[in-house]
């Protein structure tokens, strides 16, 4: 089995654009889709980007995803930063019919 | 709209079993899987299987193979998830998430804390 690793925490200023990483440990980052989903405290998580690149109606297109090869890794960047996009975000993949989470990144705004 | 709606908090000792059930509404039941995510306090999202609403098929993780359990009531719309020989460190909020193509899970439930005390 694989693991997915990012960063524990991330910290910048409202107005800002910020990029968390989740790097994929063996095999390729590209061959199922990464989710990224957000949850604040006391709340269950919800999807900010799928199919590494894909918004669900009604989240900004502030959040955006994308997927390096190179790095074997996933990328969610958020831009204009608002006080409210502070929360934890997680990345999360597939492989060999297992769910694979990220260790979750915690973002401070 | 898509809702997953789960049954409310459980106190349990260690040993003892619990099962959470997931009831879902606003689409059509047998086309999506759902999955288990659990979530230990201050911890990350740990995923704890999948069932097939179709067929009733599963995958559990390794972890939790011979202890986990999931079920599907078609008539009601409701999945349950079993834990056996429940553990101090399986103390966790409990989440029911529909399994859309790509693995992507969305919508999620709304978590049910389960609290293993001695």
């Known amino acids: 089995n694989f693991m997915l690793t990012q960063p524990h925490s991330v910290s910048e200023s409202p107005g800002k654009t910020v990029t968390i990483s989740c790097t994929r440990s063996s095999g390729s980052i590209a061959r199922y889709f990464v989710q990224w989903y957000q949850q604040r405290p006391g709340s269950a998580p919800t999807t900010v980007i799928y199919?590494?690149?894909?918004?669900p109606s009604g989240v900004p297109d502030r959040f955006s995803g994308s997927i390096d090869s190179s790095s074997n890794s996933a990328s969610l960047t958020i831009s204009g930063l608002k006080t409210e996009d502070e929360a934890d975000y997680y990345c999360?993949?597939?492989?060999?019919?297992?769910?694979?989470f990220g260790g979750g990144t915690k973002l401070t705004v | 709209q898509v809702q997953l709606v789960q049954s409310g908090a459980e106190v349990k000792k260690p040993g003892a079993s619990v099962k959470v059930s997931c009831k879902t509404s606003?689409?059509?039941?047998?086309?999506?899987?759902i999955s288990w995510v659990r979530q230990a306090p201050g911890q990350g999202l740990e995923w704890m299987g999948w069932?097939?609403?179709?067929?009733?098929?599963?995958n559990y993780a390794q972890k939790l193979q011979g202890r986990v359990t999931m079920t599907t009531d078609t008539s009601t719309r409701t999945v349950y998830m079993e834990l056996r020989s429940l553990r101090l460190d399986d103390t966790a909020m409990y989440y029911c998430?529909?399994?859309?193509?790509?693995?992507?899970?969305?919508?999620w439930g709304q978590g049910t804390l389960v609290n293993v005390s001695s």
């Open positions: 606003g689409y059509t039941f047998t086309t999506y899987g």
């Open positions: 069932i097939s609403t179709y067929n009733g098929n599963t």
């Open positions: 199919e590494d690149s894909q918004r």
């Open positions: 998430a529909r399994d859309r193509a790509g693995n992507w899970l969305d919508p």
């Open positions: 999360q993949t597939y492989d060999s019919s297992y769910v694979v």
